[in-house]
């Protein structure tokens, strides 16, 4: 596995339209014979079609190589502290370019076009000797987009709230994405400089957002900052140095590095570059290196800051990297190998299984109607003998959000939690979609609709969103489920 339908049907001596048939009525559209399936798919298909199929493994070095690279164990002694991996997060134009730009030194706000922030920036910043990596996205529909992608580069989440403004829609749309990405959260309270702003007003939203200040007893460290006079910016690297030695973030930089592509681009005569992030081990120049279905020997590294050449970047640090034979996509994971023809096989392997038409649709993505069934097979996460059933809602107006809370608090179950990432006022947007797809979340819709581009994405991840217009449809759903796990009565 991965297989073709086609292989499956005849391994299993079941004829190629039942497959089909039996997928179609899975909600899986858009397949052919030739459509693959991931192991988890095939169990599905199995399952439904009352068959017992044994795994054979095939010795594909994708499996056996990645896999021993990923799952290897660092012992504790070869362990040291790296840098936290640190995000900003918050409203557009609360000042996230400006305090990463202050912090690294350098002004591209007033020189950037529509102040947009256009690509992934990434630089590590010293303090007395200790380092913080900064990664901005341009927004958390790409932090987000990263987790979906398995590429959990964050630490530790800043919220950055302009104190004039407050919190605003798209704070809360961040607070939940690092909420649910379960990074330790800091706020910077910026723009602190203006007159006339009330930080008790923020540090009152923040409260009602489960995010209490320290300073009010809470667990959440604020930093008042002026990005533009630069108030409060050695407090900010402080409290993120405390809390990277509080949750002793470590790694061993005597191994084949591994971590993950930022982004990348076709530099004229430079050829690929690619902005990576070492997440463990060191990298160095003349590394072979495996990057989705892309692969090359390292032949130059340079500072993601400076653009001074690198012979080597460790655990934690993002680093220009050049020599790959094509661009690899963002969040894409990279791996060192000892041998070229290993990497090039690899990268061809999954080029040929990208080009093939994907079976996205009968992943793991949780729906109303399989979630019985994957509570069934532990497959969302049971720890704390909770299972947890995610939901992301929007309605129109904060009275039937209100409304709801209060009606899902009624549900309460010994065995599975449900667990609200994110409730607001408005339609489902793409951000929504990501963060259902990252986290195994459905969408409730009450009275809004998703736009376009959402319920694009929501087909091609297989996100499921359900529209009601009356409270009680939702619950009484939700209720079904859950009940159907009750064990019966002995
Ligand atoms: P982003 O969209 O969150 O990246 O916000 P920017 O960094 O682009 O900042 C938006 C605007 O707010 C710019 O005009 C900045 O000059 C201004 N700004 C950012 N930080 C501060 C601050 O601390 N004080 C004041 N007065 N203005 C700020």
Not at 5 to 21: H, N, Q, W
Not at 84 to 108: A, E, Q, R
Not at 159 to 172: F, R
Not at 376 to 397: S, T
Request: proline share 3%; glycine share 8%; net charge negative.
């Amino acid at each position: 596995l991965p297989c073709s339908i086609r292989s499956f049907s005849e391994a299993a001596g079941v004829p190629v339209g039942k497959v089909l048939g039996t997928l179609m009525q899975m909600g899986v559209a858009d397949i052919n014979i030739n459509s693959q399936l991931d192991l988890e798919s095939a169990e599905l298909i199995a399952t439904a079609m009352d068959l017992t199929i044994e795994l054979k493994e095939t010795e594909t070095l994708e499996n056996s190589l990645i896999m021993e690279l990923e799952n290897r164990e660092d012992s504790e002694d070869s362990l040291i502290p790296r840098a936290p991996i640190v995000t900003f997060l918050g409203h557009v134009d609360h000042g996230k370019t400006s305090l990463l730009d202050y912090l690294i030194g350098i002004n591209v706000v007033s020189g950037e076009a529509g102040g947009i922030t256009q690509h992934i920036r990434a630089y590590e910043v010293e303090k007395d000797g200790r380092s913080v990596t900064f990664v901005d996205t341009p927004g958390h529909e790409a932090f987000t987009e990263m987790r979906a992608r398995g590429a959990n580069v964050t630490d530790i989440a800043v919220l950055v709230v302009a104190a004039d403004d407050g919190i605003m829609p798209q704070t809360e749309e961040a607070i939940s994405h690092a909420k649910a990405a379960e990074v330790p959260i800091v706020v910077a309270l910026n723009k602190i400089d203006l007159e006339g702003v009330d930080s008790n007003r923020v540090l009152t939203q923040l409260t009602e957002h489960q995010l209490t200040p320290s300073e009010w007893g809470g667990d959440v460290e604020v930093v008042r900052t002026s990005a533009t006079k630069g108030i409060g910016m050695d407090e900010l690297l402080e409290t993120l140095l405390t809390i990277a030695e509080l949750n002793e973030y470590k790694a061993n930089p005597d191994r084949e590095a591994i971590g993950v592509c930022l982004e990348s681009e076709q530099q004229g005569d430079r050829g690929v570059v690619a902005k990576l992030v070492v997440q463990n081990g060191t990298l160095r120049v003349g590394d072979i290196v495996v990057c989705g279905s892309t692969y090359g020997r390292i032949r130059a590294m340079t500072n993601t800051l400076t653009g001074s050449s690198m012979m080597e970047a460790g655990p934690s640090t993002p680093v220009n990297v050049m020599g790959f034979d094509q661009a690899p996509g963002a969040g894409e994971r990279f791996h060192v190998l000892d041998d070229i023809s290993k990497a090039r096989e690899i990268a061809e392997t999954r080029e040929d299984a990208s080009s093939q038409e994907m079976l996205s649709g009968v992943t793991t993505k949780v729906s109303f109607e399989n979630f019985q069934e994957m509570l069934e097979d532990g497959r969302l996460g049971q720890n704390e003998d909770k299972v947890k059933l995610n939901l992301i809602i929007r309605a129109d107006v904060k009275g039937s959000l209100e409304a709801i809370q209060k009606e899902l608090t009624k549900l309460e179950h010994p065995e599975v939690e449900i667990k609200v990432l994110q409730q607001s006022v408005g339609g489902v947007s793409l951000a929504d979609v990501t963060l259902a797809s990252a986290s195994n979340a459905v969408i409730a819709a009450f009275n809004v609709i998703p736009d376009e581009k959402a319920r694009a994405l929501a087909d091609e991840r297989n996100v499921e969103i359900r529209r009601y217009n009356v409270i009680y449809k939702l619950t009484d759903e939700i209720k079904l489920m859950i009940e159907g796990r009750l064990k019966p009565e002995e």
